[in-house]
């Protein structure tokens, strides 16, 4: 009989990240088996698991479809379920799930647009976003000011920032008028506003910035801003069974 750590199996049920289900188990919400659940706790395929009192199906039990989206995030939008500030979030026009929830691969920032990841399996999304993973995210970013090859030295190099030192992996010119100018950087890690931070740290400003790849994912060029796409069974497959690259 397989036994799983109860937050755990409540990531994989799609409802948030192993983090979030731990905050959920210690606030009393949970129940296993008619008793509430204390962190630590572990669960078979033969218990029954209620969050808030509502009953949800066990993954261990019932292995659900794993559904992956790619949503084009426009400018404006903020990247969470729900925020009193904003009157827009960026799961506003995602499709409804009869089980579990999506949950958010990474996040964006207010002011940039471009590739976000959702998908029902929260194992799977905390497997995307660990930081051991290193995974690949590529923008293209539009700057304003004259870009230097000792700028483009610095940048691959590494420069210091408030919370360490970063580079980009990868830098490519893409043309441009005047002085703005369009490149693709490519970093390893989701520190919050890197990429800004980065060229910032040279005296540039970005104008613009679009996600464009996560990983193996790319944004595909006909999904408009507010659209989203889901991967075919098969390109799930295909996806999940890339994973040993670099999981």
């Known amino acids: 009989m397989t036994s799983e750590r109860l937050q755990k199996i409540l990531s994989q049920a799609g409802l948030g990240s192993r983090r979030e289900m731990e905050r959920w188990i210690e606030r009393g919400i949970v129940q296993v088996n008619g008793v509430v659940a204390k962190i630590g706790e572990s669960a078979t395929e033969k218990d029954i698991i209620k969050v808030d009192g509502k009953l949800i199906t066990n993954p261990l039990s019932a292995k659900q479809k794993t559904r992956i989206l790619l949503y084009h995030k426009p400018v404006g939008e903020i990247s969470s379920r729900n925020d009193p500030k904003f009157e827009k979030t960026v ?31 929260g194992e799977l999304a905390n497997q995307l976003m660990h930081p051991k993973y290193e995974l690949e995210r590529e923008y293209a970013v539009r700057v304003h000011g004259r870009v230097s090859p000792t700028i483009i030295k610095n940048l691959q190099k590494g420069v210091m920032l408030e919370d360490g030192v970063g580079k980009f992996k990868r830098i490519e010119a893409r043309g441009g008028d005047g002085a703005n100018s369009w490149y693709h950087v490519v970093i390893s890690e989701g520190r919050n506003r890197e990429v800004r931070r980065l060229w910032e740290s040279q005296g ?24 989203h796409v889901e991967l075919s069974k098969e390109e799930v497959e295909v996806f999940l069974n890339s994973r040993s690259n670099y999981f």
């Open 91 to 121: 799961f506003d026009n995602l499709p409804r799930l009869k089980a579990g929830r999506w949950v958010q691969v990474g996040r964006l920032d207010l002011n940039t647009s471009g590739l976000l990841i959702f998908t029902n399996d």
């Open 204 to 227: 540039l400003e970005v104008s613009r910035l679009i996600r464009i790849r996560y990983g193996s994912l790319q944004m595909p060029r006909f999904l408009g801003r507010g659209e």
